[in-house]
């Protein structure tokens, strides 16, 4: 029985990162569904894991025997996640450590962390509270103007936390990689929340200035891809053009957290009730 909710559970998984296709429409619809889908699946993979070990090997559910290889299978698969969050814990340290091996200045009445390098990067460091890193090269380059468009973009990703809350995503891509899409619907979110960084820094400097800051940024290769980092030219080409053309034009809002958006999370909480159906 165990093995038939397995089953159907990496089925409603797998029919739902298929219906994912590229979203139209404003901001909140764009990250409303792909938040969804990217995070839905992983988190009702979770919830079986979790009732499987809960009923453990022995017993009957729905008057089929239960057996011991789905119980090995769902602590496998706990396991499996439980090392890959130690990993990614440990290397976005080792990414914190490396930031505070670096000079601070005040630049434009804030303090930042100066990396010594002439490429341009500019990114937030970090978990809950990220520490703004520039580089020696970004901040010969640029004019006072631009740099404090950097600064108000990078400020953006502070205000947000999102360092933090996509650590916590980039930990769900590692565990569940191999569903469909998982790749596309990333890199989806990566854009949105470069978006809403550029709306927030639109809102307090003047958007072309950043628009041409973030071209001179994202025509030198990155630096490095860091832990807990969220860096200003983190775009690809294609997604770069998207925003462009979003700064250029009639900023959008991007809503604040809205509790009744998580309304349809609970559904992946529905394996914890068979539970109570397992003898």
Known sequence: MHLLM????ITVCCWLRF????????????????????????????MTAIALLCMGS???????????FSYVL?????????????????????????????????????????????????????????????????VKTLSTAHLETVLAHEQGHCHYRDTFWFFWLGWVRACTHWLPN????????????????????????DPLLLAESLLLVASTPPVTSLICCAALGSSATDRLEQRIEALLEQPQSTP????????????????????????
């Open 6 to 9: 397995i089953c159907a559970v």
């Open 19 to 46: 219906s994912w296709q590229q979203p139209q429409g404003n901001w909140a619809v764009r990250w409303q569904r792909t938040l969804f889908l990217f995070l839905f699946p992983p988190l009702l993979i979770l």
């Open 58 to 68: 022995q017993g009957q559910m729905g008057g089929l025997q239960t057996g011991w």
């Open 74 to 138: 769902a602590l496998s698969y706990l396991i499996f996640s439980g090392i890959l969050g130690i990993k990614l814990l440990w290397e976005g340290w080792q990414s914190v450590k490396s930031t505070r091996n670096c000079p601070v200045v005040n630049l434009a009445g804030r303090q930042v962390r100066l990396l010594n390098t002439g490429a341009l990067f500019a990114a937030s460091i970090g978990f809950w509270q990220p520490e703004l890193v520039l580089s020696q090269g970004l």
């Open 182 to 205: 998982t790749e596309n619907l990333w890199q989806e979110l990566l854009i949105l929340r470069e978006l809403r960084a550029d709306a927030h820094a639109a809102s307090k400097v």
């Open 256 to 279: 604040e957290f809205n509790l009744t958006s998580w309304h349809s999370f609970l559904l992946a909480f529905l394996p914890l009730v068979t539970v109570i159906f397992h003898s």
